[in-house]
Nanobody, 123 residues
Framework: EVQLVESGGGLVQAGGSLRLSCAAS????????IGWFRQAPGKEREGVSCITSSDGSPYYADSVKGRFTISSDNAKNTVYLQMNSLKPEDTAVYYC????????????????WGQGTEVTVST
């Protein structure tokens, strides 16, 4: 059974940093496409960063390029999202995802989702 468990969210001031973690079980990250998505109140879920192949470059949404970095530790079967220079508009619930066949960073491509971790960026 595939399970994804996020952690690391919280309240941070604008300009600060957070690192989100997603521990996986039931599969190995190097065999799956992985991603981070977020959903702000009243908005649709959007792709933040995704990796679809072991030799591919990560995708980043324009709004987070240069500030967020996705990485994985295959030995720990954990994926991370390092978020720097946070802005109030980054406030959202962040979800990690995985799928064996995803090719991009759209929500409909991913079958497995964590429960989400809330990030709040204050001014």
């Amino acid at each position: 059974e595939v399970q994804l468990v996020e952690s690391g969210g919280g309240l941070v001031q604008a300009g600060g940093s957070l690192r989100l973690s997603c521990a996986a079980s039931g599969f190995t990250y190097d065999e799956y496409a992985i991603g981070w998505f977020r959903q702000a109140p009243g908005k649709e879920r959007e792709g933040v960063s995704c990796i679809t192949s072991s030799d591919g470059s990560p995708y980043y949404a324009d709004s987070v390029k240069g500030r967020f970095t996705i990485s994985s530790d295959n030995a720990k079967n954990t994926v991370y999202l390092q978020m720097n220079s946070l802005k109030p508009e980054d406030t959202a619930v962040y979800y990690c995802t995985a799928d064996s066949a995803a090719w991009g960073c759209e929500p409909y491509e991913y079958d497995y989702w964590g429960q989400g971790t809330e990030v709040t960026v204050s001014t």
